[in-house]
């Protein structure tokens, strides 16, 4: 028989090992060297912190009791883990993505980071989790007493040994997990000392399994006609129980503080996920395996009134096997260690991060700018916070007596903690879920725990009078803890369940679907349900009043010197800044933000970043894109096919003056090219002609003459040419001023026709009806005179009918007048219409004489009298239209 | 979202259809699992009373229970094997109707 002395040396040997092997790892995670640390395997093993204490010991309890029943505790967990595509998936992704430190900062941060809300969620589990806590200290406290002395097993000395144990396990965490700040960071120490526990009690369970079955049943088949034929041989179920239990069950295990801890704030890879999904079901089947066995056995062949908890202690024992019992203790130890450590960590967190702090900050005058190192109150409060709640846990099995079966205070627990569940499950999947829902749907499933599941716990007369238990609250007969609005008959655990449960969801979507929720709310909300559309973080801060020497200290106080330096240098690198401060860009602030709140909690970094920045800004772009993700997309594509559109517009335009450019061009050269030839012939016959003048001494006066004559004529075709093509010059560029003046349009055209008859005589005959239309005018007549005078002596020129004739038309057309020059020669070809306009485009010019600007000066000139100058073919000759507008004949009137 | 997708594609390669199905088969095992484990609650009860047909016996219960546990296990271990085998496939864009 081992004595308490050795079994206490053996229990310091292995904590020490632990030390050891916490120390190393965390030595190698300092040097990079952490690759095996952060193993699935390792991922798995941390998991099993589900199986405490009340697993080990309990389970086979449990079974002697009630049969199979105990198996739904671990089928809930099962399924929730196969199924991790449905929840596990996406909580995983937004505990990351969140930086979340807590299910309390989960919830909070979720709905709208409500410092309120996780506040209710840390009270709630502190009150959920400390019988808990008790049930360990309970179970090692039994196991030790069963090594001890059967005469020293009095009273005093158990409740003795349960306050050492306790004291052991506040060391025992505060010196794991307090040694440095860093919730986000994780504790590598931590979790792989807890897989090392939950190898030790894998092995330790499966060895006693194993000896019971093969060492006393002697084999498999013996075994299970052993099963058979034992006090729980016959199938024996309370059905209501066995499906509110695996419901229960899994509920729990995606609400318990603790394995929010080890599955999403310690998760490394979200891959680790997928490969827990089959290996942790396979380390829960392997842990319950032999636990019907365990329990038949003990049943079998230890004394009647044996402690069912403690057959995989007592059977080892009694069958003399020693060492088999010490390792069973080892196992039972390493559970309830293992349990107790995570579970006042996390919870020690939630306490300094939504309690402590907050209250710490606003106690402070100067707030968030305070100067020191905040981590040092943030250690000291979680330090406070785990020996508070294992002082708490030790008031609590001191209060219930220590004497109900550990399966029962453990499904207690269990209910109130999966009182987070339709928060957590509805924040995460439902968008309308608000604040105000969360929080009613909390309280009023709390309220109900306590009055159905943790009061009557103490048994009646002790917290509930007996009377309460009989006849309700006052004597309200609906208002009884066990039979709420008279419904009776049912278990107690599952009354528990059902109604605490019910109400919560009632008033979680209750409240939700009638209040509002506030812009934040709705951006997490949003942020939360489509994580996986959008893992980056939309909101940002306002254009930030805050320096960056501000930010620079509180982050010093939070991450320490050298991180928070690290941290700024990084992003003033990023941002190609020199020194060490970068600009406090939104992204920035949000960075700093997620950091942060891997320390002190989304809510307290929320609240230390308003501090100095002056208030999150939520944007109406924000929302906007928030409330209707499609409307954004819709919203894009348009604009995108907006600017698609202009930039064809432009290219389009860019297209057309190109061409043009390339026109003008093209024009330009031949213009030139014409004025250089038409400048050309007539100074190379000066040239000619007067060299020989010069050159020719007995030249006749008469040739001398004609030469002369020659030289002179082409200098006036010269000068006219110049004159033209100034004039046109002139015209294009809209330089010409108008001398309006009013007169008869008659007598106008009568003087072109003599001005063009004047100089020679032609054959052309010019008929003019003056008695058409005559009406006075005003406009530049000297100009329009010059259009006629062209006109007739175009016709005089090119009209080569036998008996040329011009007809002078004038008439009315009610938004102007028409001159018609009606000339009786070939009508010009249509191909060569377009062109007659140009400058320097002669058609049939016989004697060369003309110079081509005629016409184009004419349609520059009627374009500044504001009309027009058209040439229209008829069947016997060529028609001249000029356009009158009707401005310049009734100006006169 | 991806309704608005214009780039939704009717049908998928070959590969990739078989990592959607493995995907269906993930989705639909904590359900199956859930049925089979739900199932003793139809199993004849020895607190029914006297006249209830023989309940099961404790032997057969706890071999059904740990059946399905394993079972279920090598399921979700064979489709996670199939699907990291499959990783990086399927990329293209989801399918109509989803």
Known sequence: MISVNQLVAVSLVYVAFLFAIAFFAERASVRGRSGWLRSPLVYTLSLSIYCTAWTFYGAVGYAARSGMEFVTIYLGPSLVMIGWWWVLRKLVRIGRAQRATSVADLISARYGKSNLLAIVVTLMAVVGVTPYIALQLQSVTLSVSIFSDPVQTDGLSQSTATFWVACGLAIFTVLFGTRNLNANERHDGVVIAIAVEAVVKLIALLAVGIFVVWGIAGGIGPMLERIDSSPIGEWSMDRSRWVALTALSAAAFLALPRMFQVMVVENDDERHLQIASWAFPLYLMLMSLFVVPIAVIGLDILPPGSNPDLFVLTVPLAEGQGGLATLSFLG?????????IVATLALSTMVSNHIVMPIWLSTQAEGAQVSGDVRNVVILARRASILLIIFFGYLYYRLSGGGAALAAIGLISFVGVAQFLPAMLGGIFWRGATRWGALAGLVVGFTVWVFCSLLPSFGPDAVLSASVFDNGIAGMGWLRPQALFGVEGIDPTVHAIVWSITLNMVAFLGVSIVTFPQPLERLQGAQFVNVFDHSAQARGWDAA?????DLMVMAQRILGPDDALALFRAEAQRQGVTGHLPEPTQGFLQALERELAGSVGSATAHAMISQLVGGASVSVEDLMAVADESAQILEYSNRLEAKSAEL????RKLREANEKLTALSVQKDAFLGQISHELRTPMTSIRSFSEILRDTDELEQSEKTKYA?????????????LDDLLDLSVLENGQVSLNLDTGNLNDVIGQAVLSAGGDRSTRLTVRHEQAGVDRPLTTDLDRLRQVFINLITNAQKYCDAPEPE??????DRGDGLQVVFHDNGTPIPSEARSLIFEKFSRINDKDGSGAGLGLAICREIMARLGGDITHE????????????????????? | MTDHNTNTT????RRSYRRRRLMDALRLLPIVGLLLWLFPVFWPNAKDGPDAPASVSMSGAVTYVFLVWGVLILSALALWWGLSKRAGEGTEPPEQGR
Do not use: C, K
């Open chain 1, 545 to 549: 009043p805050a320096t960056s020497e």
């Open chain 2, 10 to 13: 009717l049908f998928l390669e």
């Open chain 1, 806 to 811: 011009l007809r002078i038309d004038v008439m």
């Open chain 1, 648 to 651: 064809s517009r432009t290219a």
């Open chain 1, 332 to 340: 039972g130890f390493s559970s309830a260690t293992s349990m107790v």
């Open chain 1, 873 to 893: 073919p008829r069947a016997d000759g060529n028609a001249f239209v000029v356009h009158l507008p009707v401005r310049a004949a009734l100006a006169a009137q």
């Open chain 1, 709 to 721: 004559s020659i030289i002179h004529g082409e200098t006036i075709r010269l000068t006219r040419l």
